[in-house]
């Protein structure tokens, strides 16, 4: 009788977790972040900004105002304009997410970072990491 229960138990454990994983997994990044970003969109991937976000680019780095933010996007988006953008990876977990994609120039790869956290039923960018790609 005692095993049947451990059994019972494992087994409503084991269900309980795939559900949990299957509901993580179906869960998307926001489309809208990646369509600005394969247009190379600074506005309108500013609209997801947080007021303070933390930008990380291969010449410039620091903690900046959604403002200020964005122009330093633009600069990089003029400079380094794309050929193709793709979410290679991508989590969420309670009310953050995270994506990591891949921005190709006509020269050169780059890999972004995404963090977002969710406010208020809107998604919020707290951190932006531009990586230069070496493979």
Do not use: W
């Not at 680019?57 to 105002?65: A, E, R, T, W, Y």
């Amino acid at each position: 009788m005692e095993i049947k229960r451990c059994t019972t138990i494992k087994g409503i454990l084991v269900v309980t977790l795939l559900f949990t994983l299957l509901a993580s997994a179906s869960a998307q990044f926001p489309e809208a972040i990646v369509k600005a970003t394969k247009n190379a969109n600074a506005e309108a991937l500013s609209e997801y900004f947080n007021n303070k976000i933390e930008l990380v680019l291969p010449q410039k780095s620091g903690v900046f105002s959604d403002a200020q933010a964005k122009l330093v996007l633009n600069e990089f988006f003029k400079n380094n304009p794309v050929v193709n953008f793709s979410i290679i990876h991508q989590g969420v977990r309670e009310n953050s997410s995270f994506a990591i994609g891949k921005y190709q120039t006509s020269s050169m790869a780059y890999r972004f970072y995404f963090l977002t956290k969710k406010t208020d039923n809107k998604t919020y960018i707290h951190q932006l990491r531009i990586e230069e790609q070496n493979d």
